[in-house]
């Protein structure tokens, strides 16, 4: 079974400030991915990554499979994305049958 | 395009009671997933359906069943409530094996077991 850590539990940031939310994981995987949970309860998904590095927006995932670790960045944050970060990963085992665990998520509140 | 819709929005229940969600994912998509989530386990995986067929199951009980209808539409069922059934269930659809595929995620059921 993976377990997954995500880093920090909460997190309160001055507007504009530059944010990395943390998440690493002890056995190897086919993806990760990172979700937005929004205090109304509604989840976006933000990305899907298997390796390197994607951009959206002031959003930056990054993962090093080697390190079993991923990070997402939130530049020039904004009251707006205060939120749950939560990421999730997956292990693929063939034939379409996968595990998949979530972290506990990082609270993020930012502050005018 | 409309979105992944589950029904009913809330739900209040008694210990024992059976009870069955219902999910309707966005037109195309073949794959639908359940979630749970309480504040004490945070999210976790029930059942990925993907044409109609149990694809992927995570570790709950037998008491928590699914299925897929032909028109892609899902339904979960929790037989014999217990109060720690009490959370949002959340249901998410993508084009195929959500691994490599965006998922869009409904608004949830919020069920209470009394």
């Known amino acids: 079974k993976n377990e997954v850590e995500q880093s920090p539990q909460n997190l309160t940031a001055q507007e504009g400030e530059f944010i990395t939310i943390n998440c690493s994981y002890s056995?190897?995987?086919?993806?990760l991915h990172w979700l937005q949970q929004h205090p109304g309860g509604g989840i976006v998904s933000l990305f899907m990554?298997?390796?390197g590095k994607k951009k959206h927006g002031r959003l930056i995932a990054t993962i090093n499979i080697q390190e079993k670790h991923s990070s997402l960045h939130i530049t020039a944050s904004h009251p707006r994305d205060s939120a749950v970060y939560i990421c999730?990963?997956?292990?693929?085992?063939?034939?379409?049958?996968?595990?998949?665990?979530f972290g506990k998520g990082t609270k993020l509140s930012v502050i005018p | 395009k409309a979105g992944v819709t589950q029904t009913p929005r809330y739900l209040i229940k008694t210990r024992g009671q059976q009870v069955t969600l219902s999910c309707s994912p966005i037109?195309?998509?073949?794959?639908v997933s359940w979630y749970q989530q309480t504040p004490g386990q945070g999210l976790q995986f029930l059942f990925e359906?993907?044409?109609?067929?149990?694809?992927n199951k995570g570790n709950f009980p037998g008491r928590f069943s699914g299925r897929q209808f032909s028109n892609s539409r899902s339904e979960m069922n929790v037989s014999t409530l217990e109060l720690g059934d009490s959370a949002l269930y959340l249901c998410?659809?993508?084009?195929?094996?959500?691994?490599?595929?965006?998922?869009?995620f409904g608004p949830g059921t919020r069920l209470t077991v009394l």
């Open positions: 998410a659809s993508s084009l195929a094996v959500p691994l490599y595929n965006e998922q869009f």
């Open positions: 359906y993907f044409s109609e067929t149990q694809r």
């Open positions: 037109s195309g998509h073949r794959s």
């Open positions: 999730a990963v997956y292990d693929f085992s063939g034939a379409g049958s996968y595990q998949l665990t």
């Open positions: 990554l298997s390796s």
């Open positions: 056995v190897g995987i086919s993806a």
